[in-house]
């Protein structure tokens, strides 16, 4: 956990937190870093809590000392979001100081009561209401509705042009004393680019639309830096991730970047044969290709990869007449998150059947996914000569599908 200086009396709590899975489900293999924010005018408040991974309370309260501000301090507790990696230390924090006033949105409000039974001392505020803290911290709230939960809320301070945006504009990825873009190497912005990505991917990809508006009505204000709630601060260049974002929502339905997912699935190797065979037709196209195994390779991962790619090739065989399992279940979760528009082709083998084409058929409508399949290539056991032939004339359709999409 650690502290660093945002800008004018505007200080960074983070706590990074590894070895879980996210949200219990997201593998995490850079870590996550949960941002509080601590704003002292005349009056001190904190914006979004860090919660207990790393024996909060007491480091959040080691850090304040290093501000010098004493708990009992904080007049406010600005709750932007009600999810629990954004409130979960409000419980610890009532036992220090039972004073302090709750800010947050009416839906947030009830989420409080249900969450912790918490309902004293709670000011509700709307778009466009202000909490004055004193030496020109003029903080002004703004709705953003389903980024990532219904009640999210960003707070701005129009100060010093500070957007605390909350899980918008988030990433995953832990902080470092660096954790501004203005203290980042190009290398380190990469890293964190590939991590936005994937906490957009995996957190907040169904909420694309949302993301959308959000991104709008902030854009009327006047903002110098964003803070997010995960991830690094944009000081420098916010609109490096602004844009970044306005990218990732744009890639829900396609297209998104000039790559291609392949997806993966075989039992004794005969739909593998093939998949070994595609890799080196895609290496000869000279395309920028990313290969998930199955269930070996986690959904997250993979939701990622589909979510920057505007081609998507699936390959598994039929299992009791349906798919592959561990392809239904990955394929169900692009549907969830709302993977649309994609440039597609799926082969695979089958023993007798087959039948895993019918369960793709089913989950693309299920999810009206608009996946635009090229033919698909079914093959007996192992793949012959032929089969290979037609897929590689296959896959170089679809990878001239991909580029048409991506540039025309
Ligand atoms: C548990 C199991 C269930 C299967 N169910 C079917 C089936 O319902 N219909 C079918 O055509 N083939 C079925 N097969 C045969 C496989 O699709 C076939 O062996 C195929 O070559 C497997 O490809 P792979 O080696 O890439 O996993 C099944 C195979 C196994 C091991
Ligand atoms: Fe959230
Ligand atoms: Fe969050």
Redesign the pocket.
């Known amino acids: 956990m650690n502290v660093t200086k945002v800008s004018d009396d505007t200080y960074l709590l983070s706590v990074n937190v590894e070895n879980i899975l996210f949200e219990g489900l997201w593998e995490i293999p850079n870590g996550v870093a949960l941002n509080s924010y601590i704003i002292k005018g005349e009056k001190t408040a904190i914006i979004d809590g860090v919660c207990g991974w790393d024996g909060v309370p007491e480091s959040l309260f080691a850090l304040l000392d290093k501000l010098n501000i004493d708990p009992k301090s904080i007049e406010y507790l600005i709750i932007n979001h009600m999810e629990p990696d954004h409130s979960g230390w409000i419980e610890d924090f009532k036992k220090i100081n039972p004073n302090f006033k709750v800010v947050c949105s009416k839906k947030s409000a009830e989420l409080l009561d249900a969450f912790y039974g918490h309902t004293e001392n709670v000011t509700v505020v709307t778009d466009d209401d202000t909490l004055d803290l004193g030496n020109g911290h003029i903080l002004k709230f703004v709705e953003i509705p389903n980024v990532h939960w219904p009640d999210t809320i960003a707070t701005f301070d129009t100060l010093t042009g500070t957007l605390f945006s909350c899980d918008a504009f988030g990433s995953f990825g832990n902080a470092t004393e660096s954790n501004y873009d203005d203290m980042l190497k190009s290398d380190d912005i990469d890293f964190y680019e590939n991590e936005a990505v994937r906490y957009y991917a995996n957190i907040v990809a169904a909420f694309s639309m949302p993301v959308k508006k959000a991104i709008d009505k902030c854009s009327a204000l006047p903002i110098k830096i964003i803070a997010p709630g995960h991830g690094i601060v944009w000081r420098e260049n916010p609109n490096k991730i602004i844009e970044d974002y306005i990218r990732y929502a744009s890639y829900q339905k396609g297209p998104a970047k000039e790559e291609i997912t392949l997806i993966w699935?075989?039992?004794?190797?005969?739909?593998?044969k093939a998949v070994n065979y595609v890799v080196k037709v895609l290496e000869e196209e000279n395309i920028k290709f990313n290969v998930h195994r199955v269930p070996e390779v986690s959904w997250g991962t993979v939701l990622a990869s589909a979510w920057n790619s505007t081609g998507i090739i699936l390959a598994?065989?039929?299992?009791?007449?349906?798919m592959?399992p561990p392809m239904a279940a990955v394929l169900e979760e692009l549907g969830k998150k709302k993977v649309f528009g994609r440039k597609a082709f799926r082969f695979?083998?089958?023993?007798?059947?087959?039948?895993a084409q019918k369960e793709l058929d089913e989950i693309m409508n299920k999810y009206c996914m608009k996946w635009d399949f090229i033919e698909p290539v079914e093959f007996k056991?192992?793949p012959r000569d032929e089969d290979l032939q037609l897929i590689e004339t296959r896959i170089r359709d679809l990878v001239k599908e991909v580029r048409n999409a991506v540039n025309s």
């Open positions: 699935g075989s039992m004794y190797g005969m739909t593998e598994m065989p039929t299992y009791e007449y349906k592959f695979g083998s089958y023993g007798w059947s087959g039948g056991g192992s």
